[in-house]
């Protein structure tokens, strides 16, 4: 995989939350973020904490070492 194939989590979030049919505002509600602190996550202008990725697994099922994971890997490859 080279650089420009990197994806940031929130990339895959909104991908996720497309597939669920989720409203990105209302699930930013449900797991205690600020709608326009949610939206900066899926456009990639912030990154995944260990909070909001506990927060993600707790609604999506999905652990969140994942998220974590997904957040190393972009942070390594695009430093």
């Known amino acids: 995989m080279n ?3 990197i994806l940031h989590p929130g ?3 909104v991908y996720e939350l497309d597939t669920r049919g989720e409203d990105p505002t209302a699930f930013a509600i449900r797991i205690g973020m600020f709608p326009s602190d949610f939206i900066d996550l899926l456009n990639g202008k912030e990154s995944v904490s260990t909070n909001i990725a506990q927060r993600l697994e707790q609604e999506l ?3 969140a070492q994942f998220w974590l994971d997904l957040q190393a890997d972009y942070d390594a490859l695009k430093a």
């Open 11 to 13: 990339e895959i979030l």
């Open 3 to 5: 650089n420009n194939e």
């Open 61 to 63: 099922n999905i652990s």
